[in-house]
C-alpha cells in the first residue's frame, strides 16, 4: 500500500474574491463551510482505504482561498485524521483580516508550525485597488501577532507588477517587508487571468500592463536587494533564510508524491496526476457515491516524469539537475546558449534562464 507523506488541503472560501485572483473560492456561510468540512473528512476516509495514511506526515499544508476563514474545531478534526507531531511542517495560509491573537494561538496548540500570511502590498491605495479586504496597519500587526504566538516560520506574500506601481513604490513594500524579518518570501508578479476583474478592466483598456522592461528591471532589484539581506533565493519566486524554505512547496518541484484533498485540489499519488472537480455540486454527489472527486487524471510514463523532472527541477535554483541521455544534448546546447550553468556533472539555471524562464522552459516540451 502506498505510504502518504505529504499531504495539500484546500480550503474554497474566501471573504471577498480580490480583483486579480482565478483560485477556486466562494463565498461560504458558516453552514456552507460546515458542510464542506464534513465532505472533507469523507474524502480522507476514503483515501485511508485506499493508501496508507499512518504514516508521521512530513509536511501537510492549508492552502485556498481562504483557510483562515476555518474555524479552529473544523482545523481539528481535519488534523485528527493525520499522524504527524512537532517536525511536520504545517502550513496555513492567512488572510490578514480572517486572525486574531486568539486564533494564532490556538493554531499553535493544534501544531501548526508554519503561517503563510497575504500581505502583497504595504501601499494602502494599492491594496483596495487589489479588493484587499486589510489595510497595510492591519498585516503588520498580525504578522507581530504572529510573532507573539508563537510563530517561528512566517512567510509572507508580495505582488509586484502591479498597475501603475512604479519602482520607487516597490521598493518601499521591499523596505517594510524585510524590515519584518519574515523566515520566508513568496513573490509574484502580477498574472492577468481570464475570468478576474483585472483582466476584464485590461480588455475594455481601462487598465495598462506593466511594461516588460520595467517588470524586469523590477524582479531583477528583487532579486538583489533580497539576496543583500541575507535572503536565499532558492526558487524562481521565493527567497528564504538559510533552513526555512518551504518544504511543502518543495515537493512540487522535486516532483514527489503527495495527497491533495478538497474542491478543485491536485494530487500526484504513484504515477497518476490527478484533479479534483472545480464545482461544489460535483465534488458533493462524488463523495455521496463514495467515489473520490477527481475530475481528471493523467497517467504519466517513465519518459513523463523524466520530462517533468527539467520542467520543474529547473525552478529550484541550487538544485543540480544531472540530465540523462535523451536531454544532455539539449543541455548543452542550453548551456552554450548562456542559459545554464554547469555544475558538477549537472546544470542550474543561469541568470539569463531565471529572467528567460518562459523561452527557456518552452526547451523542454514536446521534446
Ligand atoms: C491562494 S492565495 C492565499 C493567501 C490568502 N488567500 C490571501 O490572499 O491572503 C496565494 C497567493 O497567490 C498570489 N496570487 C493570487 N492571484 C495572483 C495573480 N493573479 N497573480 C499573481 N499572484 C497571485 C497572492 O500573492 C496570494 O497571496
Ligand atoms: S488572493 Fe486570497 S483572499 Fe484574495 S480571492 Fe484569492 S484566495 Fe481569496
Same mark, same amino acid.
Given at each position: 500500500?502506498?505510504?502518504?507523506?505529504n499531504t495539500?488541503i484546500?480550503?474554497?472560501?474566501?471573504?471577498?474574491?480580490?480583483?486579480?485572483?482565478?483560485?477556486?473560492?466562494?463565498?461560504?456561510?458558516?453552514?456552507?463551510?460546515?458542510?464542506?468540512?464534513?465532505?472533507?473528512?469523507?474524502?480522507?476516509?476514503?483515501?485511508?482505504?485506499?493508501?496508507?495514511?499512518?504514516?508521521k506526515q512530513d509536511t501537510i499544508y492549508f492552502?485556498?482561498?481562504?483557510p483562515s476563514?476555518l474555524?479552529i474545531d473544523n482545523l481539528k478534526k481535519i488534523l485528527s485524521k493525520f499522524y504527524y507531531d512537532k517536525d511536520t511542517e504545517i502550513t496555513i495560509?492567512v488572510?490578514?483580516?480572517?486572525?486574531? +491573537?486568539?486564533k494564532l494561538k490556538e493554531y499553535r496548540k493544534l501544531g501548526i508550525n508554519r503561517l503563510s500570511?497575504? +500581505?502583497?502590498? !504595504?501601499?494602502?491605495?494599492?491594496?483596495?485597488?487589489?479588493?484587499?479586504? @486589510?489595510?497595510?496597519?492591519?498585516? +503588520?500587526?498580525?504578522?507581530?501577532?504572529a510573532?507573539?504566538s508563537g510563530f517561528e516560520n512566517i512567510?509572507?506574500?508580495?505582488?509586484?507588477?502591479?498597475?501603475?506601481?512604479?519602482?520607487?513604490?516597490?521598493?518601499?513594500?521591499?523596505?517594510?517587508?524585510?524590515?519584518?524579518?519574515?523566515?520566508?518570501?513568496?513573490?509574484?508578479? /502580477?498574472?492577468?487571468?481570464?475570468?478576474?476583474?483585472?483582466?476584464?478592466?485590461?480588455?475594455?483598456? $481601462?487598465?495598462?500592463?506593466?511594461?516588460?522592461? /520595467?517588470?524586469?528591471?523590477?524582479?531583477?532589484?528583487?532579486?538583489?536587494?533580497?539576496?543583500?539581506?541575507?535572503?536565499?533565493?532558492?526558487?524562481?519566486?521565493? !527567497?528564504?533564510?538559510?533552513?526555512?524554505?518551504?518544504r511543502h512547496?518543495?515537493?512540487?518541484?522535486?516532483?514527489?508524491?503527495?495527497?491533495?484533498?478538497?474542491?478543485?485540489?491536485?494530487?500526484?499519488?504513484?504515477?497518476?496526476?490527478?484533479?479534483?472537480?472545480?464545482?461544489?455540486?460535483?465534488?458533493?454527489?462524488?463523495?455521496?457515491?463514495?467515489?473520490?472527486?477527481?475530475?481528471?487524471?493523467?497517467? /504519466?510514463?517513465?519518459?513523463?516524469?523524466?520530462?517533468?523532472?527539467?520542467?520543474?527541477?529547473?525552478?529550484?535554483?541550487? $538544485?543540480?539537475?544531472?540530465?540523462?541521455?535523451?536531454?544532455?544534448?539539449?543541455?548543452?546546447?542550453? @548551456?552554450?546558449?548562456?542559459?545554464?550553468?554547469?555544475?558538477?556533472?549537472?546544470?542550474?539555471?543561469?541568470?539569463?534562464?531565471?529572467?528567460? !524562464?518562459?523561452?527557456?522552459?518552452?526547451?523542454?516540451?514536446?521534446?
Amino acid at each position: 500500500m502506498l505510504k502518504i507523506y505529504n499531504t495539500y488541503i484546500h480550503i474554497p472560501f474566501c471573504e471577498r474574491k480580490c480583483n486579480y485572483c482565478d483560485f477556486t473560492s466562494l463565498k461560504g456561510t458558516d453552514s456552507q463551510i460546515e458542510k464542506y468540512v464534513n465532505y472533507l473528512l469523507k474524502e480522507i476516509d476514503i483515501y485511508s482505504r485506499k493508501y496508507d495514511l499512518s504514516e508521521k506526515q512530513d509536511t501537510i499544508y492549508f492552502g485556498g482561498g481562504t483557510p483562515s476563514l476555518l474555524p479552529i474545531d473544523n482545523l481539528k478534526k481535519i488534523l485528527s485524521k493525520f499522524y504527524y507531531d512537532k517536525d511536520t511542517e504545517i502550513t496555513i495560509e492567512v488572510n490578514p483580516k480572517t486572525v486574531d +491573537i486568539n486564533k494564532l494561538k490556538e493554531y499553535r496548540k493544534l501544531g501548526i508550525n508554519r503561517l503563510s500570511i497575504g +500581505i502583497q502590498t !504595504f501601499d494602502d491605495d494599492n491594496l483596495k485597488f487589489l479588493g484587499r479586504i @486589510h489595510n497595510s496597519q492591519e498585516a +503588520i500587526e498580525v504578522y507581530n501577532m504572529a510573532r507573539k504566538s508563537g510563530f517561528e516560520n512566517i512567510s509572507l506574500d508580495i505582488m509586484f507588477s502591479l498597475p501603475n506601481q512604479t519602482l520607487t513604490m516597490l521598493q518601499n513594500d521591499l523596505e517594510k517587508l524585510v524590515n519584518l524579518n519574515p523566515n520566508h518570501i513568496s513573490i509574484y508578479s /502580477l498574472i492577468w487571468e481570464e475570468g478576474t476583474k483585472f483582466f476584464r478592466d485590461l480588455k475594455s483598456g $481601462k487598465l495598462k500592463e506593466t511594461d516588460n522592461d /520595467l517588470e524586469a528591471s523590477m524582479y531583477e532589484y528583487i532579486i538583489e536587494f533580497l539576496k543583500s539581506k541575507g535572503y536565499i533565493h532558492y526558487e524562481i519566486s521565493n !527567497f528564504s533564510k538559510q533552513g526555512f524554505e518551504s518544504r511543502h512547496n518543495s515537493i512540487y518541484w522535486e516532483n514527489k508524491n503527495y495527497l491533495g484533498v478538497g474542491l478543485s485540489a491536485a494530487g500526484y499519488l504513484a504515477n497518476v496526476r490527478y484533479k479534483n472537480f472545480f464545482h461544489l455540486k460535483d465534488y458533493y454527489e462524488s463523495l455521496n457515491r463514495n467515489i473520490l472527486p477527481i475530475d481528471e487524471k493523467e497517467i /504519466l510514463t517513465e519518459e513523463d516524469i523524466e520530462q517533468y523532472r527539467y520542467l520543474v527541477g529547473f525552478r529550484l535554483l541550487n $538544485k543540480i539537475i544531472v540530465p540523462n541521455k535523451k536531454y544532455l544534448e539539449k543541455c548543452v546546447s542550453l @548551456h552554450k546558449e548562456g542559459y545554464l550553468i554547469e555544475r558538477e556533472n549537472g546544470y542550474i539555471l543561469s541568470h539569463k534562464g531565471l529572467m528567460l !524562464f518562459n523561452d527557456f522552459i518552452s526547451n523542454f516540451i514536446d521534446i
